[in-house]
């Protein structure tokens, strides 16, 4: 069964199987299978490609090995993130992020891997599928165990597994036929698009960056600093000047929350929020997902201390936000 619907979310394209409604709706004693074919992966070789990553990614690349990943960020020299992407070591190092980031960031890396004898190419014979599973629905077919902690991974010769949390995994698989098989073992009704993995993400605060987002945020936003999406115990990287003083000289006054908003006026990420019309600003989408029609889930970075009803960017109505 193919994806037949698809919502765009910062001019990125996102699938769905089913209604918007039923795609989103998890029977907790059930496991999902997800499309996730606007995942690529950028192959990152030569010449310790491990040591040039160190320098370039705020997470610890050192850590990554065949039995751990780590999800990590880019950033440019001013600390704002270009990127968010997962470091994996299985037939080399990838680096697995959205399909229309793969470009820019391996743009963003070229300047220096060419002084490194590193070279950066997209691997496209490398498929994506995400897995769902609560623990009351461990399904028994699974080709390869699935790793016990978020950040671990298990492998064989033909596919690659790792954790987000205990309930989330992501597959990367050699053979497209490999994709086409997994997903076979799954009903119809058990299939899902990549919107819908997106909802779950956000709903563990795992959220992405997109094209027209890069640059605009610091990880502080994103509470990454409280994640192994930055190490503060390795050496410099691109952007960690700004992220250290920010991390042990700043004083934070934003916060990231989740929300439940219902609004007909257009949001995106990066939209800023005010507490009237006439400013000033508390906040800025961070990401989000469509619910329902007019109903979104945010992930919204702002003032601790804040009002109930906030004005979006360009809307003329207040919102009221609902805490999750």
């Not at 959205?98 to 060419?114: E, G, N, R, Y």
């Not at 997902?289 to 004005?311: K, N």
Request: hydrophobic content about 40%.
């Amino acid at each position: 069964m193919k994806p037949m619907i698809t919502h765009t979310l910062n001019e990125r394209v996102y699938t769905v199987f089913h209604s918007l409604a039923q795609d989103l709706c998890f029977a907790p004693e059930q496991s999902y299978v997800f499309d996730l074919d606007h995942l690529c992966a950028l192959e990152v070789a030569g010449t310790n490609p491990a040591t040039f990553l160190q320098g370039q990614l705020t997470c610890d690349v050192d850590a990554v090995n065949a039995n751990q990943m780590r999800p990590g960020g880019m950033c440019s020299l001013q600390g704002r993130l270009l990127a968010l992407l997962d470091v994996v070591a299985w037939h080399g190092l990838h680096l697995v992020m959205p399909k229309d980031l793969i470009v820019s960031t391996q743009q963003a890396l070229a300047k220096t891997a060419m002084f490194s004898r590193v070279t950066l190419k997209t691997n496209h014979l490398l498929t994506c599928v995400g897995l769902y599973i609560p623990q009351a629905a461990m399904p028994g077919f699974l080709p390869i165990p699935l790793p016990t902690e978020a950040w671990q991974a298990t492998h064989n010769a033909d596919m690659f597994c790792y954790a987000l949390s205990q309930e989330l995994f992501i597959f990367l698989l050699r053979d497209p036929s490999q994709k086409e098989a997994l997903m076979a073992q799954f009903s119809a009704e058990q299939h899902r698009g990549s919107l819908a993995w997106h909802y779950l993400e956000l709903q563990q605060t795992r959220m992405t960056i997109y094209p027209n987002t890069r640059g605009l945020f610091l990880p502080h936003r994103l509470n990454l600093h409280n994640t192994p999406y930055i190490s503060f115990k390795k050496g410099c990287y691109k952007g960690q000047e700004i992220i250290a003083r920010t991390h042990y000289r700043a004083k934070l006054k934003h916060s990231l929350k989740l929300f439940q908003v219902t609004t007909s006026d257009p949001i995106f990420a990066g939209q800023k929020c005010y507490t009237t019309l006439q400013k000033p600003e508390i906040g800025e989408i961070i990401d989000y997902c469509p619910t329902d029609s007019g109903q979104y889930l945010l992930a919204l970075s702002i003032l601790s201390d804040h009002p109930a009803e906030v004005y979006f960017e360009s809307h003329t109505t207040s919102v009221l936000l609902q805490s999750l």
